[in-house]
């Protein structure tokens, strides 16, 4: 019977460890070139923001991996004319899940080619109206998100694709968010968010 639990322990230990060492954590972060899509939208122009956070990649096979993680990061849109500027940025929690396929190029660098759906909750924004030389207004909005025509429903789903390359513990990441849930509040409106970004990153 010693044996026995003996052997459990030890296969118990080794399981564990064969877990954890498949399961990298680190953080990822970088530059945000997002905008509005849908029928009820003209001259929205891009708006730069950023999303930072902790990345998680689970290598089940030699060469496949399941990679998410729990980010901060800002979408919306910008509108310009020749004399205003008017920006409304939109702050999520955003929530990947990615199937991604990893080449070895040469030892210990990887490039990754990476796939699949997303999850974000909006939790806060702000808008900005600047015009000519004399107006600079900053509206922090904490309803932003809400079931007012002028609010955004905080739900949002879609699917992402993208390539990157890892270098040892460092890696680089460049994809494209596409939104497919309408955010909008109005009865015939439809806004999806689309962001494209650049990230860096590093597994601990």
């Known amino acids: 019977m010693k044996k026995l639990r003996l052997s459990l322990v030890v296969a118990m230990l080794a399981i564990v460890t064969a877990a954890r060492a ?7 972060g970088g530059v945000n070139m997002s905008n509005f899509y849908g029928d009820e939208l003209t001259d929205k122009n891009m708006k730069i923001g950023f999303h930072v956070g902790l990345a998680a990649d689970y290598d089940f096979a030699p060469s496949m991996a399941l990679q998410t993680g729990l980010f901060f990061t800002t979408k ?5 004319t020749s004399s205003s500027e008017y920006t409304e940025n939109l702050m999520y929690l955003q929530l990947p ?37 004399w107006l600079d207004t900053t509206w922090d909005v904490d309803k932003i998100f809400g079931d007012a025509t002028r609010q955004y429903k905080p739900f949002d789903a879609g699917l992402g694709l993208g390539v990157g390359a890892e270098f040892g513990r460092f890696l680089v990441d ?14 015939d409106g439809n806004i999806k ?12």
């Open 22 to 28: 498949q399961l990298n954590l680190g953080v990822k």
């Open 76 to 80: 919306g849109f910008k509108y310009e």
């Open 97 to 133: 899940v990615h199937l991604a396929y990893k080449q070895d190029v040469t030892p210990g660098t990887r490039i990754v080619f990476h796939a699949g759906p997303y999850l974000a909750y909006g939790v806060g924004g702000k808008r900005n109206l600047k015009s000519g030389n």
């Open 174 to 187: 460049i994809g494209w968010d596409m939104g497919l849930v309408n955010i909008s509040n109005n009865t």
């Open 193 to 204: 968010n689309q962001n494209a970004y650049l990230s860096v990153g590093y597994k601990f």
